[in-house]
């Protein structure tokens, strides 16, 4: 193939991933995640308190839309792991635009229009003078929020392909997730449940570092204490959800590092039998 024709079937490609990603389903969650970021723009000049979730779909949207096109691809039928690493980065980097770039335009508009600009005013004078979402400015807001709303958009699909989509994929088609890979070397009988327990057990060991980064804890040192301290606020009918998520966390990690670790140990043994026969 020439370089010509390599760099004309590229760009076929992603023709067709950005046709998929604005197409179907994916279209629909594209204008719901807009039309979310807008009406957050909107509630949160009146928010000067910041009390209300709504205003947080501002930075939430972009994320929402881009997860969901990492989301979908889990069920799709794959030729490829190529097919998996294009929609990574498309979902990345080119889906969060598609809603920060609408939702911005908007919110530059409506605050160029006077009365709204007193609306945000109003609101900040009744609240001792701070506003919780529009305190920076109007200049620095409509920098901030676009920006941050895209560095969200880029984390999700991230987080979503290694939680659910691999895993799903590593069961539904292992064939897809091991090709090219050390765990190819491993036994025809053994090799889909090797891929499961790799990548499923990746899923499980980032799931739990997020609980763990969010929850209210310390080092798996602190576990048997904390679940003690944990059980007994439960007997006198208090929860913390901040300690369950930590523990939930902790667990999470042993589990998905163990299972990792059992892949990797039949993968291992599978290239030492390779290499002595």
Known sequence: MSDTDAASEDSRIWRDEFRSLLSGV?????IASIAAGVWGVL?????AGGDRFWGNLTVAAPGI????????????TLANIGTVLLRLVSACIVAPAFVVLPVAVIQAIA???????QTIADAEAENSGFHYWWSEGMASQLFLVPLGGYVI???VPLAVALVIT????????????????????VGAGRRDSTTAFVFCGLGVTVLGIGLWVFGDGGSIA??????????????????HWEDAVWL????????????MGWGCVRVLSARGRAARG
């Open 26 to 30: 994916n279209l629909l969650v594209l």
């Open 43 to 47: 509630d949160s000049m009146t928010d």
């Open 65 to 76: 839309y881009a997860g969901w096109c990492m989301l979908e691809i889990a069920w799709k």
């Open 111 to 117: 605050v160029a229009l006077p009365g709204v600009r």
């Open 153 to 155: 958009g880029m984390c």
């Open 166 to 185: 691999l895993p799903v994929i590593s069961i539904r088609a292992p064939h897809i997730t091991g090709a090219g890979s050390h765990l190819e070397t």
């Open 222 to 239: 602190d576990f048997p204490e904390d679940l003690g301290r944990l059980l007994q606020a439960t007997s006198y009918g208090y929860f």
């Open 248 to 259: 939930f966390g902790v667990v999470f990690v042993v589990v998905g590092v163990a299972l």
